[in-house]
């Protein structure tokens, strides 16, 4: 009776320990590092049309509600190669206090006010758009290891920079392995004012293919949705 007593005992506790294990526990999900770019080029719909700002505020608000706790968003805006023209930057992170929604909430009202502000002359709109230079810089800022990183870029994708003038016919440069093993670079409003299918189609072939030597995993690239 004894013995058996010990065997049930002993059974017990391995069945509480594979319980208690992180195999056996729900696994929490893994936090992501979302990067948002606005493409504030006088080229973008982003900087000047109010209805298009609000949709594309909606669009990428959506893909924010369902972070997890201790998320990262990072909103900046790009253009021309002067940080002084580029100095919102505006930081927050998911918790017990910011959730998912409040914090996407408030990253779509900074985006759906961008016309105004640049009216209002507190936002600029630029004359080129340094698209590349911008994914540079910030692939310095997150570790792909360390959580699940991926790029929302509010732009047209028409480089227009010393690298290349997409709209011109020209390419992009191969990139360096920038953003090893991050999940997704995804483009809202790639080809937007490009005049063609044509051009939609080869401006997001290129930046498919750039996304795919920089380490991406998935590139998404949408003209509408």
Not at 110 to 120: F, G, K, T
Not at 173 to 199: D, H, I, K, N, T
């Amino acid at each position: 009776m004894r013995l058996f007593l010990i065997a049930c005992a002993a059974a017990l506790a391995a069945s509480l320990s594979l319980a208690l294990s992180p195999a056996g526990a729900d696994e929490m999900p893994r936090p992501q590092t979302v990067i948002i770019g606005l493409d504030m080029s006088k080229s973008n719909p982003l900087v000047e049309d109010p209805a298009y700002a609000a949709r594309v505020a909606q669009r990428t608000a959506a893909e924010l509600e369902a972070l997890s706790l201790k998320s990262r968003v990072m909103l900046r805006t790009f253009g021309s190669y002067d940080t002084s023209a580029n100095a919102l930057k505006v930081d927050e992170v998911v918790s017990a206090r910011s959730k998912p929604q409040a914090v996407a909430e408030g990253m779509s009202a900074i985006i759906a006010a961008v016309p105004r502000l640049v009216q209002e002359g507190k936002l600029k709109a630029q004359g080129y758009t340094n698209v590349v230079s911008f994914l540079e810089n910030m692939s310095q800022l997150v570790d792909c290891d360390a959580s699940e990183v991926r790029v929302i870029l509010l732009t047209d994708g028409f480089e227009d920079s010393e690298y290349t003038k997409l709209a011109s016919g020209g390419s992009l440069p191969m990139p360096e392995r920038l953003y090893p093993g991050c999940a997704e670079m995804m483009m809202l409003g790639v080809g937007q004012g490009g005049g063609s299918p044509s051009a939609t189609k080869r401006v997001r072939e290129q930046w498919a293919q750039w996304a795919e030597g920089a380490g991406f995993e998935k590139f998404t690239g949408l003209y509408d949705w």
